[in-house]
Structure formats: C-alpha cells, structure tokens
C-alpha cells in the first residue's frame, strides 16, 4: 500500500518492488491503474524480467478533486505466472 498526497511534496510520489521467484524465462512487466483509470502516473523501472528478478514501480499523484482516493494497480507478468499481483495507493489532498 502506498499513501500519497497531492499537497505534501514528500509524499507526490512512492514506489513498490514487485520481485520475480522462482521463475523461467522471460516476463514482460506492465503495470496500470484497475478500471482503466487514469487517476495516478504510473512507472516501471524494468519492463523485462529474464527468470528471477525485481522491477520497481513507481506511482505519482496527479492534481484535482476526481485524482484523490483509493485507487488498485495492477501489476501483470506476461505470460502469466501465478495470480494477479495489485497494488493500493491512497491519494489525499
């Protein structure tokens, strides 16, 4: 879970490892907001994973009223490899 805010400069930004284990050949890691929402700005640092290994998300606010809230991102291998990986990011004013 991440706790953010829009009026806090320290908190307009956080991050999250998403890590790889146990895992053959290669992933691509993609990343976004549930609902195709367009509420936050939404990064991967590592797109590709070959078998084991972590990639850093890194997630920032975006201003106005409909950009505060409670808001899921998923984060998705391809191909798949086990159940859904989904981040909670809490924006507040």
Same mark, same amino acid.
């Not at 895992?23 to 991967?44: C, D, K, M, P, Y």
């Given at each position: 879970?991440?706790?953010?805010? *829009?009026?806090?400069?320290?908190?307009? &930004?956080?991050?999250? /490892?998403?890590?790889?284990? +146990?895992?053959? =050949?290669? @992933?691509?890691?993609?990343?976004?907001?549930?609902?195709?929402?367009?509420?936050?700005?939404?990064?991967?640092?590592? *797109?590709?994973?070959?078998?084991?290994? &972590?990639?850093?998300? /890194?997630?920032?606010?975006? +201003?106005?009223? =409909?950009? @505060?809230?409670?808001?899921?991102?998923?984060?998705?291998?391809?191909?798949?490899?086990?159940?859904?990986?989904?981040?909670?990011?809490?924006?507040?004013?």
């Amino acid at each position: 879970t991440l706790s953010l805010s *829009q009026s806090d400069i320290t908190k307009l &930004s956080g991050s999250a /490892t998403f890590t790889m284990v +146990n895992a053959t =050949g290669v @992933r691509t890691i993609s990343a976004a907001q549930a609902g195709n929402g367009n509420s936050l700005n939404i990064g991967v640092s590592l *797109q590709r994973i070959d078998g084991n290994g &972590s990639t850093v998300i /890194t997630v920032s606010t975006k +201003n106005g009223a =409909g950009n @505060r809230g409670v808001f899921v991102v998923n984060v998705t291998p391809s191909p798949s490899c086990g159940s859904a990986t989904t981040l909670t990011v809490s924006v507040a004013n």
